[in-house]
């Protein structure tokens, strides 16, 4: 009985010490400073990506200023919200006779109980139920924190389209591209055929997709351009999907339109020149570039100008402990990421389990965009990836293999599926 009583004595003052400090402590008499430091640099991150939209084309002048002013108006909530969360000056007085009766009445009770129950095995259950208990994670991430509360506050007023855009920008700050996915879905939801909005959401499908456009892409894209000729982001996707199937022509009609709208001397303008130039380059190139776009290239069946280009190639397969559990119809990705910032692929080829083993190449006919290409990188990652889905974004059962720091050209490469994804 000795040991018992000890072990609720010291029960009853681990119980005392989580319950009486909190109430003893000084409250702040206003909100840290820090926090409001990083509530105001997440408002101006969100200012600072309206302006980058502004430039180049994707975001007109009065749409900015609607973003804007909304954006100010959370930015005055939030701050007030803080101030809001500081205790009054008569808190410390309550909470300083709060504990001490808590002192008292947490031990009378505890001896009280135990003698009308008589069970000496609480304690320890209630030691037991204590350690069960889950603890929220402080992430420290105010950025993550402050766009949670907007999606919160967005599920109790779900009709605030400015707020959904808001919040879809944010999850794109943030790489989180299938919550983007949702959220430009609902922006359109209520503001139907916004082709700004369908082109933003073709991106994020593009994004969400590692870079591979799907029917959901194609029909934003092409419904953005239905609605408005002369949507910029919606004309540069449209030439980076036509280029991607091997149609330079139909490429370059969609960025011919697109310079004559942007400011000559912007960077926007010179980066689609730059992709006019490529895509002329693979128009001269005739049927040999179509040929090469329309199926999955072989090192036989590359052209000259392919060939002069950095390049990877090797040979790809499936570790035979795991052919069992994939089928001939699944798809596989054999692609290159860098290997630091974006990771959109810079090349990808696309084949079936019963194509493997086989030699591959990637090379800049097989860029995914034109302004990320295998040419323009020292080193890259290099990945397989077998998908029952068909998609290349990985899930769960899928094999993958990775050669994760290759220098660019490289041959000879052995490519191996070895690994399930969990």
């Known amino acids: 009985m000795t040991t018992l009583w000890l ?12 319950l009486i400090p909190p109430l003893v402590r000084r409250p702040p008499t206003r909100p840290s400073i820090t926090a409001d430091a990083n509530v105001r640099a997440f408002y101006l991150a969100q200012r600072e990506q309206l302006q980058r939209d502004l430039n180049n084309g994707s975001l007109s002048p009065a749409a900015r200023v609607r973003a804007e002013e909304e954006l100010q108006r959370d930015l005055l909530q939030d701050l007030a919200l803080r101030q809001s969360q500081a205790l009054p000056a008569g808190g410390q007085r309550a909470g300083i006779a709060a504990a001490c009766l808590l002192s008292v009445l947490v031990p009378v009770a505890a001896v009280l109980l135990y003698g009308k129950l008589g069970n000496p095995r609480a304690a320890a259950d209630v030691t037991m139920t204590r350690a069960a208990e889950p603890h929220a994670e402080d992430s420290g991430d105010d950025m993550a924190l402050a766009i949670n509360a907007l999606a919160q506050r967005l599920r109790a007023t779900p009709d605030d389209a400015d707020g959904w855009y808001t919040l879809a920008r944010s999850y ?4 989180r591209y299938t919550d983007a996915v949702a959220a430009y879905q609902q922006v359109l939801r209520l503001v139907p055929g916004q082709p700004a909005v369908l082109a933003d959401l073709a991106d994020a499908l593009l994004s969400a997709n590692q870079g591979v456009p799907d029917a959901n892409a194609i029909a934003a894209v092409a419904q953005a351009l239905a609605a408005q000729p002369d949507q910029p982001k919606a004309l540069a996707l449209a030439g980076m999907m036509a280029l991607r199937r091997g149609d330079a022509a139909e490429a370059l009609a969609h960025w011919e339109r697109l310079q004559a709208l942007l400011p000559p001397d912007s960077e926007a303008a010179r980066q689609i020149q730059s992709n006019i130039a490529q895509a002329r380059g693979m128009a001269a190139g005739g049927a040999t570039a179509g040929a090469t776009a329309s199926s999955p290239p072989t090192p036989a069946g590359q052209s000259t100008a392919a060939t002069t280009t950095p390049r990877l190639s090797g040979h790809a397969r499936i570790a035979e402990s795991l052919r069992g559990k994939v089928q001939p119809g699944d798809t596989v990705f054999i692609l290159a990421r860098p290997v630091e910032g974006s990771r959109m692929p810079l ?23 034109p302004d990320a290409t295998l040419s323009r990188a020292s080193k890259v990652r290099v990945e397989i990836r077998v998908s029952r889905s068909g998609t290349a974004a990985a899930q769960s059962g899928d094999l993958s293999g990775v050669l994760p720091d290759v220098a660019v050209p490289a041959d000879g490469l052995e490519l191996v599926a070895d690994t399930v994804t969990p």
């Open 7 to 18: 072990v609720v004595l010291l029960l009853l003052l681990a119980t005392l010490l989580c």
């Open 347 to 369: 090349a990808i080829l696309r084949m079936r389990v019963s194509d493997l083993p086989r030699a591959f190449v990637l090379d800049d006919s097989n860029a995914m965009s």
């Open 172 to 175: 794109e700050t943030l790489g």
